[in-house]
């Protein structure tokens, strides 16, 4: 079983960075992509960005291209998350997604979430 932990959550003023780490262990061949997902109270779960586990490709929601950068470590098995420019709008707890061979990142592995708070 894949197991994820995320770090690096806070509380930043707005305009200023943060970098989100995710450590991956249990990885097995099943694992095709790394994502970060985003929930605010009250919304639903939104995709933030994904990588290719074992290539370069990257995907940025559009409300956060510029501003947040998705990069990974395959050596380490960390997957991590720059966020710069961030606006209050951004607050919300964001996780750590698994994406395995012929699922959706819904039918992967998912870690417990840190928080962000970007303040006015």
């Known amino acids: 079983q894949v197991q994820l932990v995320e770090s690096g959550g806070g509380l930043v003023a707005a305009g200023g960075s943060l970098r989100l780490s995710c450590a991956i262990s249990g990885l097995t061949l099943r694992t095709t992509a790394m994502g970060w997902f985003r929930q605010a109270p009250g919304k639903e779960r939104e995709f933030v960005a994904a990588v290719v586990w074992t290539g370069r490709i990257t995907s940025h929601a559009d409300s956060v291209k510029g501003r947040f950068t998705i990069s990974k470590n395959n050596a380490n098995n960390m997957v991590y998350l720059q966020m710069n420019s961030l606006k209050p709008e951004d607050s919300a707890v964001y996780y750590c997604?698994?994406?395995?061979?012929?699922?959706?990142?819904?039918?992967?592995?998912w870690g417990q979430g840190t928080e962000v708070t970007v303040s006015t």
């Open positions: 997604v698994e994406r395995r061979a012929g699922s959706d990142f819904a039918g992967g592995s």
